[in-house]
């Protein structure tokens, strides 16, 4: 535990820069020789567009970086936050119940708030308008949208009191189980399922990406399934029966360009269908 902690608490920005690209490339090449589904699209037009988005995320979490790291500098010197109230623990389990906890606020809840909030989905609402997700959809975020995660993921470090290699770890977790989550990619069945009761799986989250409520608004964690088996918004879809998308953006012309998906948000509002 110890060097997981040393290494995470000076993680060279080369070394989150090569995980990002290395997932994606490894993913990549697993979805280009087993697609799950033949969509008829060009791949790495797709992939443009969605690595621009990818790249305006890793600008905005730059840019504010220090924001959160004076954040998780000031509750590890002031005693503040969750994991500092608990009682003293092994160190495993405080780094198991610190990444749970980061994975509700920063992630879980931040994700659901977006769903409910209508000036929120505006600008989350581009992360669901692909319709053809793979490896590349991951970080497929609009700008306002990296700003409004950033505020969540900071709101989650005070309340946890989480140190900073905390969330670098949480962070490095949870590009790589985004990029898996999304690949075009079938696990066996079976194997899936399994999953789904610890982590989100790939068909987990998949049902989160079909194109009308209510499943639209189901399966909003991130790396722990938990939250949502707990909170009631876990649905199941058959992986064969999910048609990826949102309702209100079909058309390729509107979500398959770039200059249009940064105008979604200050867009006239589409109300979405309701349907099974
Ligand atoms: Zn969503
Ligand atoms: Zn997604």
Known sequence: MNEIIEYFSTI???????????????????ESAVPFFKFGYNKWQHAGINLFFTITTIIVNFCLALVLVNTAQWTVDNHFGLLNWLPEMNGWIFALVGLLLLDFIGAYLAHWVEHKVKFLWRFHLIHHTDTWIDTTSGNRHHPGESVIRFAFTTLGVLIVGSPMWMVFLYQTLSVVATQFTH??????????????????????????????????????GNIFSVWDRLFGTFKVLDRENVVYGVDTHMKPEEHNNLKNLLLIPFQKKRSPKTDV
């Open 12 to 30: 060279p920005s080369a070394h989150r820069a090569m995980i990002l690209a290395g997932g994606i490339a490894f993913f990549w090449l697993i």
């Open 183 to 220: 690949a075009n990619i079938a696990l066996p069945k079976s194997l899936d399922r399994i999953m789904s009761y610890v982590l989100v799986s790939p068909d987990m989250h998949k049902v989160h990406h079909h194109y009308v409520l209510p499943y639209t608004d189901s399966n909003y």
